[in-house]
């Protein structure tokens, strides 16, 4: 069995022999450009100026990303029907490389999901574009082709804006308009695309504390010092709101080409919202009495403006939780709170994202979510299971860094279980031993050197060493919150016990649970 993760999709077949892959090997481009060679003679050391070794050739009638794929003695020949499609066969290529060797064989590929996502929180703790840029190529080389960029929250606002530099200079760690124009071509080339997400209404801190004249009350607002749910969020009833994010997200937009855009719309108490005249005013116009349909007025207007700039909006599921919430947006489904709206959503034919937390979510440590936890998540709503009939377009893996400042423990949260991801995004038979097999031998290669991943005796922890880790985290959480931050965020994230020990009932033993809920509630 060839040593790849993702295991091809389509089919496999072994031939006799190996294929010397000479340092000067040619390569025909055939209708493809040069961008989409570029990462594979990077990392497989290759001079595109000998006699012509790697065909590239047309052929519509592959699948979207898909690839035909043949190593022979002589050369490589392959085939697809778009540049993705060959920037994922030349990864097949150089994950196959073996001191300088291939075996030869036969290979027909393509992935059952066009969203293969990691989710990377960059503003509760700011990592440089070196170590964003270090991620992207390792899930590359797994095949996830979408970098959710989490740039904004409660903590810190990180992209350089000329038009409102004071989002900058309050939160002091941030990516420079250069920098961000490297990472995203730099993602381009190996086939990911960057998806910003700026966190509206809720989660605003960062912004506030440059601007508070956006909020409701326009009162002065500190940067978080720590995770949870803070009160004072964007005004949605004042216009000059309104006005500011057209300008903002009009200069933040050009930065990024992709067609997507994420907004947001998690956690977003409406404690401000309730006391607040000009939110009142939005209601009375609307003839509106829900504060949840006030919020998808507020995501309504953004989109509006996002579509005015040529992007797709994506929100996190809580934005369905209004009677006419927004049209014409992608949702990421997070909580299984509210979950009859998501399924609404679903059996509607909406168009979502799979980032179940109890799941997927990289910021729980491998005794909470393990390797092999991961690898055998099948989709599902509650009960039912996702089926090819619903609009799902594919899973996220979400690592929020509340948490985390070390871009050791970032890496070490995020490998092995981005391979696993990989696979199950690929969408091909999945046996978890077959996988342990082809990525140990996989990650051999000189490719994964550099990358932190976790020991293996972690990727599936057991026992004492399991409780004890995953208790002291899930303590550490909460009680690293100040008393009202967690209260509010309990209130909102958890508004009651049966959710919380639903929560707790996923991952840990009914013997950790009388300890686990005292923490919790504690006052
Ligand atoms: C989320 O975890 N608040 C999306
Ligand atoms: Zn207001």
């Not at 075996?103 to 964003?132: M, N, Q, T, W």
């Not at 086939?191 to 440059?210: F, K, N, Q, R, W």
């Not at 508004?495 to 809920?517: A, G």
Request: aromatic share 10%; with cysteine.
């Amino acid at each position: 069995m060839l040593k790849l993760v993702p295991y091809p999709g389509v089919k496999v077949e072994n031939l006799p022999g190996n294929c010397i892959l000479p340092r000067k090997a040619g390569i025909c481009t055939g209708p493809f450009s040069n961008n989409s060679i570029a990462a594979f003679s990077e990392r497989c050391g290759i001079e595109n100026n000998g006699p012509v070794f790697l065909t590239l050739r047309y052929n519509k009638k592959l699948p979207e990303e898909g690839y035909m794929l043949e190593i022979t003695e002589k050369g490589i020949t392959v085939e697809a029907s778009c540049e993705q499609g060959v920037i994922w066969v030349l990864t097949t290529v150089a994950n196959l490389l073996d001191d300088g060797k291939l075996p030869c064989c036969r290979i027909e590929d393509a992935p059952k999901y066009s969203h293969r996502g990691i989710s990377l929180d960059c503003a509760r703790h700011f990592f440089p574009a070196k170590e964003v840029k270090r991620i992207i190529n390792t899930m590359s080389l797994a095949k996830l082709n979408v970098l959710h960029w989490h740039l904004s929250d409660d903590q810190g606002w990180r992209i350089e804006s000329r038009k409102f530099p004071r989002l900058q200079e309050m939160s002091r760690e941030y990516f420079t308009q250069d920098e961000i124009r490297d990472v995203v071509q730099y993602a381009a080339l190996r086939g990911v695309e960057i998806i910003p997400e700026i966190d509206l209404p809720g989660h605003t801190s960062g912004i506030l504390a440059a601007y508070p004249e956006y909020s409701c009350s326009g009162r002065e607002v500190n940067l978080a010092a720590c995770g949870g749910i803070y009160p004072v969020i964007l005004c949605a009833g004042k216009e000059k709101t309104f006005q500011f994010l057209k300008e903002l997200l009009a200069e933040i937009t050009e930065l990024f080409p992709g067609p997507r855009f994420h907004i947001g719309g998690d956690e977003a108490p409406k404690s401000e919202w309730k006391k607040c005249p000009h939110c009142q005013a939005r209601m009375h116009e609307l003839d509106i009495t829900s504060y949840e349909d006030l919020q998808a007025d507020f995501s309504r207007r953004v989109n509006d403006i996002l579509k005015s700039l040529g992007k797709q909006a994506i929100c996190w599921n809580e934005t369905l939780r209004a009677d006419t919430p927004p049209e014409d947006i992608q949702i990421q489904y997070w909580t299984l709170q509210y979950r009859d709206t998501m399924e609404r959503f679903a059996n509607n034919g909406g168009k979502w994202i799979y980032s179940d937390m109890f799941e997927l979510y990289l910021d729980y440590p491998h005794s909470m979510t393990s390797l092999k936890k991961l690898y055998n998540t099948n989709p599902h709503l509650g009960r039912r299971s996702v089926t090819d009939q619903d609009g799902m377009i594919g899973l996220e893996g979400c690592l929020w860094t509340e948490h985390i400042n070390d871009p050791e423990r970032l890496e070490n949260l995020l490998f092995p279980r981005a391979f696993a991801l990989g696979e199950i995004c690929w969408g091909g038979t999945r046996n978890y031993e077959e996988f342990l097999t082809r990525l140990d031998a996989q990650l051999v290669s000189p490719l994964y050197q550099d990358i932190r991943i976790t020991e293996k005796n972690w990727w599936d922890p057991k026992g004492s060493a399991r409780r004890k880790e995953a208790i002291s985290y899930f303590s550490a959480i909460n009680s690293g919150m100040s008393e009202d931050v967690r209260e509010q965020t309990v209130e909102s994230a958890a508004p009651n016990r049966e959710f919380s020990q639903s929560f707790m009932n996923k991952f840990f033993k009914p013997s950790d649970m009388p300890f686990l809920l005292a923490t919790m509630f504690k006052k």
